[in-house]
C-alpha cells in the first residue's frame, strides 16, 4: 500500500503535457487528465479555507474528488514507468490518444465505448510490472502487454469486466485471443481488472488503518478467486492458462481525504501439467512476492 500526498499530485500537469508533446500529441484543456486536474487545483485552493468550509466544498462533489485523486495517481504511475522503460513509439502514441479520451466519471462511462479505461488498465498493469524492474512490453493488437522472465514469455490479454454478469464474456474473448499466440515458453495469461466486478462504481475503501484494508483487498480477492473458479475452469476448458486477478483502489482511513493507493494481484494456473505449473508458480512468486504488494 503506497502512501501519497495530495499536493504531489498536482506537480505532474507539466510533466504529463511533455510527455504528450514529446509523441507530438497535444494536450488540450477538454480532454480527460486535463479535467481531472482542473478539478484537483480547485480542491487545493479549497484546502486554504477553514476545515468547516472544506469539509462542505467536499460533500458537495465528493466523488469527482475522490476519482480526479484515483485517475490522476494512476496517469502519474503510467508516465513515470514509460519514461523509465520506453517503448514502441508508435504504440504508445496511439494508448496516449486512448487515454485522454473518455468520460470524467466512471458512472459516465459508455458500455460500448470503455477503450479509454480499457487502455488506462494495461498500461497500470504495465506500470505495476515495470515498478518491480520487470522486463514488460506494451503490445498492439494482441497481446496487450508481454513479459519476460528467465524462464517463461508470459502473453498476457487484459480484460476489465464492468459487472461480474460480464466476466465470463471477458474470458472466453481474451482466450481466442491468446489462441493467436501460442509458441514454446510462453505462458497465455488473461489479467482481468477487478474494480468494477467487486467494488462498483466506488473505487474508494474506506477502512480503520492501512492494516484493515490489506487484510480486506487481499480476503476478498481470494474469496473470488475460490468463488469463481468452476466458472474459469469451464471457460478455459482444455486450454493452459494463468488467469491474473487485479484490483486497485483509493484507501482512506477513517477521514475526507484517501490517503494511500492500494494494488493487489493474485491468479491461478489452469490445464498446464504438474511440472510446468510448479515452474510457472516459482517464477512468479521470484517476479511477484506477495511481500512486496
Partial sequence: MKRYKFSDLLLYEEKIKKFYQKYGLGFNLSNRIARYFKYLKEIEEGRKLDSQSFGKILQKDKA??????????????????????P?????????????????????????????????????????FLQARDLNVK?????????????????????KRPQSAKTLEKNIKKAIKQLRKSTSINVIPTIALSLEQVILGNDLILDSRDERSASRFLSTTLELFLRTNLKMIQKVCGDQPCLVLYYL??????????????????????????????????????????????
Fill in 138 to 158: 506494451v503490445c498492439a493488437p494482441n497481446p496487450d502487454l508481454e513479459l519476460k522472465s528467465e524462464k517463461f514469455t508470459y502473453s498476457i490479454e487484459c
Fill in 64 to 85: 469527482k474528488y475522490y476519482y480526479s485523486q484515483f485517475y490522476v495517481l494512476e496517469i502519474c504511475n503510467i508516465i513515470n514507468s514509460l519514461e523509465n522503460l
Fill in 248 to 293: 486497485s483502489c483509493l484507501a482512506g482511513f477513517q477521514t475526507n481525504i484517501p490517503m494511500a493507493n492500494a494494488t493487489f494481484i493474485t491468479g491461478n494456473i489452469y490445464n498446464f501439467e504438474n511440472g510446468l505449473s510448479n515452474s510457472i508458480d516459482e517464477d512468479l512468486n521470484v517476479m511477484i512476492p506477495q511481500s512486496s504488494l
Fill in 87 to 127: 517503448q514502441d513509439e508508435k504504440i504508445i502514441k496511439e494508448k496516449l490518444i486512448d487515454l485522454a479520451k473518455g468520460t470524467y466519471l466512471l458512472s459516465e462511462e459508455n458500455p460500448n465505448n470503455t477503450k479509454a479505461r480499457d487502455t488506462a488498465f494495461e498500461l497500470s498493469l504495465f506500470s
